[in-house]
């Protein structure tokens, strides 16, 4: 068993910054990928970056790509998410999640790659 519990969300401006944790209570951190999703109201979960169980391979969604940063101290056990240039379409309860690694073959991009899931946390960006 695996528990994430996130946190880092709140209120922030378009263009400003917040930087979202999950810390992970597994015993091998290192054996998982590890991944972000975020969901808007009236929408479906999506995908938003992931990083494999060393951190030296990443994968971010379009939409978030050259913005976002997704990051891993497995000493600490802790994922990272740097958010910056932040959008009113990035509000949404930001979910962090691990599967079972330490890498994949094709991109973890759907909710079935990830086993355990976090609380969630909620961005909200004004315009």
């Known amino acids: 068993q695996v528990q994430l519990v996130g946190s880092g969300g709140g209120l922030v401006q378009t263009g400003g910054s917040l930087r979202l944790s999950c810390a992970a209570s597994a015993r091998t951190f290192s054996n998982y990928i590890m991944g972000w999703f975020r969901q808007a109201p009236g929408k479906e979960r999506e995908f938003v970056a992931a990083?494999?169980?060393?951190?030296?391979?990443?994968y971010y969604a379009e939409s978030v790509k050259g913005r976002f940063t997704i990051s891993r101290d497995n000493a600490k056990k802790i994922l990272y998410l740097q958010m910056n240039s932040l959008k009113p379409e990035d509000t949404a309860v930001y979910y962090c999640?691990?599967?079972?690694?330490?890498?994949?073959?094709?991109?973890?991009?759907?909710?079935?790659?990830?086993?355990?899931w976090g609380q969630g946390t909620q961005v909200t960006v004004s315009s």
């Open positions: 999640a691990a599967g079972q690694g330490p890498t994949w073959y094709k991109p973890p991009r759907e909710s079935q790659d990830y086993d355990y």
């Open positions: 990083i494999s169980g060393s951190g030296t391979r990443t």
